[in-house]
T-cell receptor, first 114, second 113 residues
């Protein structure tokens, strides 16, 4: 089945630790996105990538890093520089540049700092 | 000014009524507009998208776009309790040679049985 998979579903991080969230898609989509959602809030863009080996900062990139070495994969690292990382993280992908192409979301990773 | 603005609600409507959800955006260069539904603790799922001025209907849902007023709306006819969720408006535009999608904060809809 084609889709976009995020793992793990739940993740706990200690203060000062880096953690990496996985996002894999087998939809052959070029564009991939990472969003953060806080309780009662909308989605805020962290990073996005249009093609392999290229990515752009979104609105809240500080404290995060990404890589795009393969078309299928767009992992997000939450570094110790991110002071308030507890949130729901959503990865999305989109195929094509047409105005009528939509983004598909993974099931999300809920990150909690302990 | 936020790029995409929505009333956070909650918007309460009785079962069977029409729910009207509104969204405004700031960038006139925006090209495509999306409505997502998000149940609590779940990821967003696409309901509709629209990119031309006017109305687009799909079942009980109608999206309306007015680019001159920078306004997009979603109408839900015959609202059902299962429609109770947060509705996110998203706007896509070119930014620095890239397609960027920006979301509003969402409107919480409650359909009262």
């Amino acid at each position: 089945d084609g889709g976009i998979t995020q793992s793990p579903k739940y993740l706990f991080r200690k203060e000062g630790q880096n953690v990496t969230l996985s996002c894999e898609q087998n939809l052959n989509h070029d564009a991939m996105y990472w969003y953060r959602q806080d309780p009662g809030q909308g989605l805020r863009l962290i990073y996005y990538s249009q093609i392999v080996n290229d990515f752009q900062k979104g609105d809240i990139a500080e404290g995060y890093s990404v890589s795009r070495e393969k078309k299928e994969s767009f992992p997000l690292t939450v570094t110790s520089a991110q002071k308030n990382p507890t949130a729901f993280y959503l990865c999305a992908s989109r195929g094509g540049d047409g105005v009528n192409t939509e983004a598909f979301f993974g099931q999300g990773t809920r990150l909690t700092v302990v | 000014q936020k790029e995409v603005e929505q009333n956070s609600g909650p918007l309460s409507v009785p079962e069977g009524a029409i729910a009207s959800l509104n969204c405004t955006y700031s960038d006139r260069g925006s090209q495509s507009f999306f409505w997502y539904r998000q149940y609590s603790g779940k990821s967003p799922e696409l309901i509709m998208f629209i990119y031309s001025n006017g109305d687009k209907e799909d079942g009980r849902f109608t999206a309306q776009l007015n680019k001159a007023s920078q306004y997009v709306s979603l109408l839900i006819r015959d609202s059902q309790p299962s429609d109770s969720a947060t509705y996110l408006c998203a706007v896509r535009k070119f930014s620095g040679g890239y397609q960027k999608v920006t979301f509003g904060t969402g409107t919480k809809l409650q359909v009262i049985p």
